[in-house]
């Protein structure tokens, strides 16, 4: 039977499970645009590839299916790089149709012809072209199959001849959907029992790898009597119900975590990949279970790797391992994680004056959310207000940009986040500097009429930045916004839009917010002078403060310095 090649990659995609494409049309990708109208794949119009880019990563995660998103030549297609830098560093599986201009003029510097090959091979798992029509079926079939199978994101080089061209397809090229199941083998459980069971003061950090894990992690950690730790991407599945949860270490965590971790003499790391090498014991032992071989060692040595599922690889280990009675390191932490949280709930209030610090306004939507809520949360203090601030309860997810650590990935991320869950809240956090960048796609939100909740954190200033300058001793160097009333702008656009100022009128702003059916941004001044605390003391840091306090005063700013004071330290 004769084909169009824009057909056959569409219907491709639609076999291998694409419910939702994300773009802007254009020139080359016209004749695959009609065949997606004529699909039962839903396009999606953004106002920047980008901002599609985010929305497939999410619905990606958070539905485990391959999603979409298709661009024209040149620059259309190349908009969507971050946001796919973003999916293959979350394992998401998504595939960029990037439609290119006709075979015959590459290579000669053809007005909009860019070398995707060249520009996408380190954002990818698969970055290939249709280099005939008669490949189409099967190279698009090995795309969506790369994506899936190595989860991340597959990128296809359409040239427009090629997708105008019809073939003879009658070979059945076909994409499987697998879900194997990986364990270690008998020699490297017994290995990793060995030092399991030696071990005096043990704790476990469990990572994203333990997505469905939960009982698994907890039976484990029973017997053994450890405590467990959690990195922020596994705090959706693992904070929960867990009456050895201590939280999280690093510059997010708090001081039962980060300390556990550094003073255990035998550390189980379950599908953890945490990067930063300094919250790691130097001592210990350490054993890694990870599905991906190439994440062992690769942050810090370990004694033992092995290649696994979390889940059956402790099914499989759990009866290797013996019974310990002696629970006193585990109750040591437990006790600390507890202050730690009773202190928070004290602290994470109202501010002086009224004012809303951003963490209290987490909280306080945290309070509200539905159980089922889905948040997306900006780089920078949002994300770090949500990992601390939104209660975890197993039902509930955060999608914020940990691995990647981009600008702007909140907003967009719940385009795809409510496609693709329409029935459940979508509420994002977002930083006036974030929203600001990929703004226009507010103008998605309501075209598609999705009924988002967003919270702009307007602090006047890119205040991650901020803080991070302050704690190398700098005054503050480039960070300033200058913003307009963001509840207006969003009325302008079609959103329902508030401005909360005072602490007083918060908690019921937010509900009237979060009731509203359709999309709603909530403009939130929030105290621009809050600090994100480490864990720890560390001399460095202090030091650090104490120069940006002298420099401040020297020029003239002794204000922004006791406001810094009373904000974070009274
Ligand atoms: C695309 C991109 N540009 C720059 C940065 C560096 N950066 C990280 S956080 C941040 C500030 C974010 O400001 P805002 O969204 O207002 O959040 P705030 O920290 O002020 O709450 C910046 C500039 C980045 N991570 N990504
Ligand atoms: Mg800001």
């Known amino acids: 039977m004769s084909k169009k090649v824009a057909d056959i990659i569409v219907e491709t995609l639609q076999n291998a499970g694409v419910r939702h494409c994300y773009g802007i049309?254009?020139?080359?990708?016209?004749?695959?645009?009609?065949?997606?109208?004529r699909s039962e794949i839903e396009w999606v119009s953004v106002r920047h590839e980008e901002a599609g880019a985010f929305a497939a990563q999410a619905e990606a995660q958070v539905t485990g299916h391959l999603t979409a998103v298709a661009g024209s030549c040149g620059p259309g297609s190349l908009h969507f790089i971050n946001g796919?830098?973003?999916?293959?560093?979350?394992?998401?599986?998504?595939?960029?149709?990037?439609?290119?201009?006709v075979r015959d003029e590459l290579g000669f510097d053809f007005i909009q012809e860019v070398d995707f090959k060249q520009v996408y091979?380190?954002?990818?798992?698969f970055c290939d072209m249709i280099y005939t029509a008669e490949q189409a079926r099967r190279k698009t079939t090995v795309a969506c199959q790369t994506a899936l199978a190595?989860?991340?994101?597959?990128?296809?080089?359409?040239?427009?001849?090629?997708?105008?061209?019809?073939?003879?397809?009658?070979?059945?090229?076909?994409?499987?959907?697998?879900?194997?199941?990986?364990?270690?083998?008998?020699?490297?459980?017994?290995?990793i029992a060995e030092i399991l069971n030696e071990g005096k003061r043990i704790a476990v950090y469990g990572g994203s790898g333990c997505h469905g894990a939960h009982a698994e992690v907890l039976a484990v950690a029973e017997k053994l009597k450890a405590p467990i730790a959690h990195t922020s991407r596994a705090k959706d599945f693992l904070e929960h119900d867990n009456p050895y949860?201590?939280?999280?270490?690093?510059?997010?965590?708090?001081?039962?975590?980060?300390?556990?971790?550094?003073?255990?003499?035998?550390?189980l790391?379950?599908?953890?990949?945490?990067?930063?090498?300094?919250?790691?014991?130097?001592?210990?032992k350490i054993v890694q279970v990870d599905i991906d071989a190439t994440h062992l060692g690769r942050r810090h040595p370990v004694t033992k790797g092995v290649v696994g599922g979390?889940?059956?690889?402790?099914?499989?280990?759990?009866?290797?391992?013996?019974?310990?009675?002696?629970?006193?390191?585990?109750?040591?932490?437990?006790?600390?994680?507890?202050?730690y949280k009773e202190a928070d709930k004290v602290k994470i209030a109202a501010g002086r004056e009224g004012s809303i610090p951003g963490s209290y306004l987490t909280k306080v939507?945290?309070?509200?959310?539905?159980?089922?809520?889905?948040?997306?949360?900006?780089?920078?203090?949002?994300?770090?207000?949500?990992?601390?601030?939104?209660?975890?309860?197993?039902?509930?997810?955060?999608?914020?940009s940990l691995l990647h650590g981009t600008m702007a990935n909140g907003m967009p991320s719940s385009i795809g986040l409510q496609k693709s869950q329409p029935d459940r809240q979508v509420i994002c956090l977002a930083g006036d500097g974030g929203i600001s960048m990929l703004f226009g796609d507010l103008m998605t939100i309501v075209q598609q009429e999705l009924p988002i909740k967003i919270a702009v954190f307007d602090n006047g200033k890119l205040g991650f930045v901020e803080i991070e300058q302050k704690a190398e001793g700098m005054l503050d160097t480039f960070t300033k916004l200058k913003n307009p009333n963001f509840a207006e702008v969003a009325r302008a656009l079609g959103l329902w839009g508030q401005t909360v100022s005072t602490a007083d009128q918060l908690e019921n702003v937010v509900k009237v917010w979060l009731a509203e059916p359709g999309p709603a941004l909530l403009h939130v001044h929030v105290n621009p002078m809050q600090l994100v605390m480490p864990p720890f003391t560390a001399v460095e840091p202090a030091v650090a403060m104490a120069l940006y306090s002298t420099r401040a005063i020297l020029h003239g700013r002794g204000g922004d310095v006791w406001e810094m004071v009373k904000e974070n330290f009274l």
């Not at 049309?25 to 109208?37: F, K, M, P, Q």
């Not at 796919?84 to 201009?101: C, G, M, T, W, Y």
């Not at 040239?159 to 008998?186: C, E, G, K, L």
Request: glycine share 4%.
């Open 150 to 191: 190595k989860r991340g994101v597959a990128v296809l080089i359409v040239p427009a001849d090629v997708s105008a061209s019809t073939v003879h397809d009658d070979v059945p090229y076909a994409v499987h959907v697998a879900d194997p199941v990986i364990r270690p083998s008998h020699t490297d459980l017994e290995q």
């Open 269 to 284: 790391m379950l599908g953890a990949d945490f990067a930063w090498r300094q919250f790691y014991p130097d001592k210990a």
């Open 245 to 267: 949860n201590i939280g999280m270490t690093g510059m997010l965590g708090n001081e039962a975590g980060y300390h556990a971790l550094l003073n255990c003499d035998t550390l």
């Open 365 to 400: 939507i945290s309070q509200h959310a539905a159980k089922d809520a889905l948040f997306t949360a900006d780089d920078g203090t949002p994300a770090a207000w949500a990992y601390r601030h939104i209660e975890a309860n197993g039902q509930r997810r955060i999608f914020a």
């Open 25 to 37: 049309v254009g020139d080359t990708l016209n004749l695959i645009a009609r065949s997606l109208e």
């Open 310 to 339: 979390v889940k059956e690889t402790l099914e499989a280990l759990l009866p290797r391992l013996n019974e310990r009675s002696d629970s006193s390191f585990r109750d040591e932490y437990l006790k600390r994680y507890a202050r």
């Open 84 to 101: 796919l830098f973003e999916a293959n560093r979350n394992r998401a599986p998504v595939i960029l149709i990037a439609s290119q201009i």
């Open 121 to 125: 091979q380190s954002c990818s798992v």
